[in-house]
Structures are given as structure tokens and as C-alpha cells.
């Protein structure tokens, strides 16, 4: 659709540079339409075409959309003596999920045990129950292995401090000669900072830039969060009481909210890996969206090229599960890979870690299943000095 400029007889005491500032307005509302078109989507929530916000229909309060059925509403039932408006029947646009905080879906929510089982005590109580309910013993969960609903949540550092001590690590310089990258997308996603009120093109250039300027023939793989997987138990902890709403991820779109509170709903995150993702493809940047967690498919990426014997690669990632994995798999016939954390700058070689704990090889898959990691809980009284008597 194209835009001309016409006057009529109504406007003819309209001057040139008025003529011309109407005519650049209706430019800029047309290109905003051509850009964020209303007209694209097919359900019945409420998008924001400046923002991105989405009010999903009947969950989040907002009714700005009704506002002339809810006045009718208000009138009606008040007396003619009292002219106080109730809260609840105050209208509610798409600003105000800039504050206020989003619950979960009734299908997600998790059940505190603890407390329904004191609840289920009292009511013993009241029944003249007790004595017989304690007849076997009785718990909420498994409490050696659960907290809260969820698996206890275990100290991977002392762990890797022992199977990659401090003193061994090497500078993140001295890895500037590999041949490849392979990051874990999802601590990317936090390490790379930006600011409310950026659109989301300024964005996806801010994590580019940082990835060009860092890594050698870089490829990111991401988590999957759609489906179930092995991570699903650290993803409801991390993300137990979201803190903002849906927003329909756009490149001209501006983010309304801090990155932390962005990310805390998780349908933000799998909108933003997609619109990153695509951004980063476009750009010559190679990257791999997992179906479910990515350290699986991070280490076998890295191991797959240290076979090939056409020089080392680094592997940037903070979860010691993945140095784990490369320990463990890892063989003389191959490169060496570096295992590089950016949280301290520090990098170190898995063939030198891997010859200073021949020892213990063999139970390096078993050491984490015993002290927890991000799919098995750690069981309760054994503390991080058992990682210490396997390095003994």
C-alpha cells in the first residue's frame, strides 16, 4: 500500500511545511502497521504493537478491551446514593502487567507437602485419628532425597574443584589458539547483559557482537524447554513464581522489562531462543536448539570434533555436568578440549585433567549421581567432603 499526499478544499489554508509534517506522520503510522500488522494474529488475546506485552484472555485481570460493558455493569448496580467504585470493577489495560506478577497455570502448580500433610494431621486430630495414623510411619515425601516438593538442589563447585583444581587452570588467553566453540546458549542468555527499554534488533546485535568478539568459529546450542526433560526439576525451581507476562518477541518490539524478569517466565525464554536463534543463523552464526537439555548434545558436539584430530576446541559453560561428561568420554586418540567458565575467566585442559584423576575415572558417572547434579537429587548427610575422599 503506497501514501500520497492530497489536500482538499476543507485544508486549503494548509501551508507546505504543515502539509509535509501530516504527510511524514502518516508514513511513520503506516510503517508501524506494515511492521506490527494487527491483523496477523488469530486467538483472542490482547497484544500491545509497541511493546509486545500479551494479555492472555481470561487469566492475567486485564479487561481494558471491555470497558464499555463493565461501566454499564458498575452504574447499574450502584445506588444513587453511593458513588464509590469498587476496586474490582476498575478497568485494567495492558500497562499494568508491567507490575503486577503473572501466577502460573492451575496444571503447573506445585504442592507444598509439608503443608498438606500437617494439614492432614490436625484434621487426625479432630477425627481422634492420631494414634492410629502414626501406627506406620509417615512422611510427605521421601525426605532424604526431596525438599519442598523438589529434589535437593546440590553444590556442584566442590566437585569440580577437586576434579580441576584452581591451581591447574589456565588463563582464558591461552586458549585463543582452538579451532572451534561450542557454548551452552542457556548460560549465554544470562551472561551477556542488556537494559529494559532496548528493542529486541538491539538485543539480539548485543549477544552477536559479544560472540564474533570471544569465541573462534562459535556454535551455540540451546535448551529445549517445550518438551519434557531431564532438567524440568531445576527449571520449576528457577522459575517457581514468575514475574512477568508474556511478550510476543519482535525485532522492531521494545522489551518493557529488566532481562532477569524477562526470563523469568518461561514462555519469554523459548520465544527469545527462537527469535535469537534465527537472528544469530542469519548473521553466519551456526547454532542448535535441543529438543530437550543441552549438555548432552554440548559435550558430544565437542567430542565429535576433538575425534576428527584437526586441532583443540573449547567448551564454554558453567555447569560442572558437562566438564564431567568430557572427562569421562574423553580419550588419548583425541584433541584436547578446553573447558573454559566464564563466571572466573579460567579454562582448563581435559587431557591434563583427565590424566590427573586416572584414579578415579571409572566413577566419574557415579560421583554425581551420589552428590546430585541437575537431573538426580543428592541424598541428605552426605556433604561435599565425600567428592574429596575419591581424589584421596
Not at 591451581?167 to 551472561?191: F, M, N, P, Q, W
Not at 584414579?359 to 558417572?365: A, G, H, I, N, P
Amino acid at each position: 500500500m503506497l501514501t500520497q499526499i492530497e489536500t482538499s478544499e476543507q485544508h486549503v489554508e494548509l501551508g507546505k511545511s504543515s502539509r509535509t509534517t501530516d504527510f511524514n506522520h502518516s508514513n511513520q503510522f503506516h510503517s508501524l502497521l506494515t511492521s506490527r500488522n494487527p491483523l496477523l494474529f488469530e486467538d483472542t488475546d490482547l497484544y500491545c504493537l509497541s511493546t509486545g506485552v500479551v494479555s492472555v484472555s481470561g487469566k492475567d485481570g486485564v479487561n481494558c478491551d471491555r470497558s464499555e460493558d463493565i461501566g454499564e455493569w458498575s452504574f447499574d448496580s450502584l445506588p444513587l446514593a453511593k458513588c464509590t467504585i469498587k476496586r474490582k470493577t476498575l478497568l485494567q489495560s495492558l500497562s499494568s502487567l508491567h507490575f503486577q506478577r503473572t501466577k502460573q497455570d492451575k496444571e503447573t502448580f506445585i504442592v507444598d507437602n509439608s503443608q498438606m500433610f500437617n494439614r492432614l494431621i490436625l484434621v487426625a486430630r479432630e477425627l481422634g485419628l492420631v494414634e492410629a495414623a502414626f501406627e506406620y510411619e509417615l512422611t510427605p515425601e521421601p525426605m532424604s532425597l526431596f525438599d519442598k516438593g523438589l529434589i535437593r538442589k546440590s553444590s556442584k563447585a566442590p566437585l569440580r574443584k577437586v576434579l580441576m583444581p584452581n591451581e591447574k587452570a589456565i588463563c582464558r588467553k591461552d586458549t585463543d589458539g582452538v579451532r572451534a566453540s561450542y557454548i551452552d546458549g542457556g548460560a549465554l542468555l544470562h551472561r551477556v547483559r542488556w537494559e529494559k527499554g532496548m528493542k529486541f534488533e538491539h538485543i539480539a546485535g548485543i549477544y552477536l557482537m559479544y560472540i564474533a568478539k570471544h569465541y573462534v568459529h562459535p556454535t551455540v546450542i540451546f535448551d529445549g524447554y517445550e518438551q519434557v526433560s531431564t532438567k524440568c526439576q531445576e527449571h520449576l525451581r528457577r522459575n517457581y513464581v514468575p514475574m512477568c507476562s508474556y511478550v510476543n518477541v519482535r525485532e522492531e518490539c521494545m522489551c518493557v522489562f529488566f532481562q532477569d524478569r524477562f526470563f523469568s517466565l518461561m514462555k519469554n525464554k523459548v520465544e527469545f531462543i527462537k527469535f535469537l536463534s534465527r537472528f544469530l543463523i542469519s548473521h553466519g552464526i551456526f547454532c542448535v536448539k535441543c529438543s530437550g537439555e543441552a549438555n548432552c548434545e554440548v559435550a558430544n558436539s565437542a567430542l565429535t570434533f576433538a575425534t576428527r584430530r584437526t586441532g583443540s576446541c573449547v567448551v564454554v559453560a558453567d555447569n560442572t555436568d558437562i566438564a564431567v561428561m568430557l572427562l569421562y568420554h574423553w580419550t588419548e586418540e583425541m584433541d584436547d578440549i578446553y573447558f573454559l567458565q566464564e563466571k572466573s575467566s579460567q579454562a582448563w585442559s581435559i587431557r591434563s585433567a583427565k590424566n590427573a584423576n586416572k584414579d578415579v575415572t571409572q566413577y566419574l558417572l557415579f560421583i554425581p549421581a551420589i552428590t546430585g547434579c541437575d537431573t538426580t537429587s543428592y541424598l541428605f548427610g552426605i556433604g561435599n567432603n565425600y567428592c574429596s575422599k575419591f581424589s584421596a
